[in-house]
């Protein structure tokens, strides 16, 4: 694995667990529901935010609805 590849592994290992992190800090005051949809909102404005379109951001949120799904669900 090169260096641009570690650093990236690193970096997305950090984010899922400053997620983990910022979301049991929630639970301890917040429903789950509360939280799951906050961070499905919060994600969701992001995607289309950063995306070049709408169309594009759709893409994107359906391809990791399916992948969710597929793992999830066997």
Known sequence: MSKKETAMREAHDELYQNLNNVSQTALN??????VLTSGLDYFLTATYDSA??????EVLINASIKRAKEENNG
């Open 29 to 34: 005051t917040l429903e789950p529901l509360h």
């Open 52 to 57: 070049p379109s709408s169309e594009e951001a």
